[in-house]
């Protein structure tokens, strides 16, 4: 790890429709790669300090949003009109963030409803990146949500889609780390509640990404803990099959839960995206 000083900055862009989101980054003195990161449902990019400040320290420009309706962001929370508002936003942010390193190769850094958002994004739009290291994908329901929830998310998609419903999120399956679990939960930033239209677009987009991993032209590193009980580590495993892609790899570490970035091991999680740079996009 380098001595570079980390300079912390804070800032705000103009998404498409007119919504003002949420920006931070962490800079080191010399550059050398960008990580633009894509957080999770409920969440938001403050979550992500000590994965900026490690990927900082090794010349990485990290740079993170809060999605609409999420952290400091505008818009209804958690909430979206269709699921490609969010890709449209992840578009616009990488944009801006090629325009301040036009000479620096960017990577995605994406986790959990963001890892949904970044391979979307790459299966639709080709963009100019070099890689992404994906945690955790929500590529689909996992098995202990009831059917009767998925099925009451489609339907009220339909008839009030700004219904507010439980996520019904297994908090302890975020980490093993006891002090990330306390933090999340002492959060004001963090949602609990999605919309109707957000859970139903999430299960849509999921459902069509899954029949299109072969689209993805970019190297994409999967991660995901074993004992991930929030999005079930199988259909990560049926999509990385089928990734075609040079460079693509999965990596399943036994006894992490959702958030391998949060986990007590998180630092060896870090190096193990860090090498995967160095060796398949340098």
């Not at 862009?13 to 960008?34: E, K, N, S």
């Not at 399956?173 to 139903?200: F, I, K, Q, W």
């Not at 072969?214 to 991660?223: C, D």
């Not at 399943?252 to 996009?281: G, M």
Request: net charge neutral.
């Amino acid at each position: 790890m380098s001595d570079q000083a980390l300079r912390r900055i804070e800032g705000s862009f103009a998404a498409p429709g007119g919504l003002t989101l949420f920006r931070r980054a962490w800079l080191p003195d010399q550059i050398t790669r960008v990580l633009l990161v894509v957080h999770g449902f409920g969440e938001h990019s403050g979550r992500y300090d000590e994965l900026g400040a490690w990927f900082a320290a090794h010349g990485c420009a990290v740079h993170a949003l809060d999605h609409r309706g999420h952290g400091r962001s505008e818009g209804p929370r958690t909430h979206v009109d269709a699921f490609a508002q969010l890709i449209d936003d992840l578009a616009a942010f990488q944009a801006l963030v090629h325009e301040e390193h036009p000479a620096v190769p960017i990577t995605l850094l994406a986790h959990s409803m963001g890892g949904l958002i970044a391979l979307a994004y790459l299966a639709e739009r080709r963009p100019i990146v070099s890689g992404a290291i994906v945690s955790g994908p929500a590529l689909a329901p996992d098995r202990a949500v009831p059917r009767a929830r998925v099925w009451l998310a489609r339907a009220l998609r339909r008839i009030a889609p700004k219904l507010r419903l439980a996520a019904g999120l297994d908090l302890t399956g975020l980490s093993r780390d006891e002090n990330v679990l306390r933090r999340y939960l002492a959060d004001p930033l963090v949602e609990r509640t999605m919309t109707a239209s957000l859970g139903a677009e999430m299960l849509a987009a999921g459902a069509s990404l899954r029949a299109r991993a072969g689209a993805i032209a970019t190297p994409v590193l999967l991660m995901h803990g074993k004992q991930d009980t929030l999005c079930p580590v199988a259909a990560t495993e049926e999509f990385a099959a089928q990734l075609t892609a040079a460079g693509s790899a999965l990596r399943v570490y036994p006894e992490l839960r959702h958030e391998i970035f949060n986990e007590p091991e998180r630092e060896q999680v870090f190096a193990d995206a860090w090498r995967w740079i160095e060796e398949t996009l340098a």
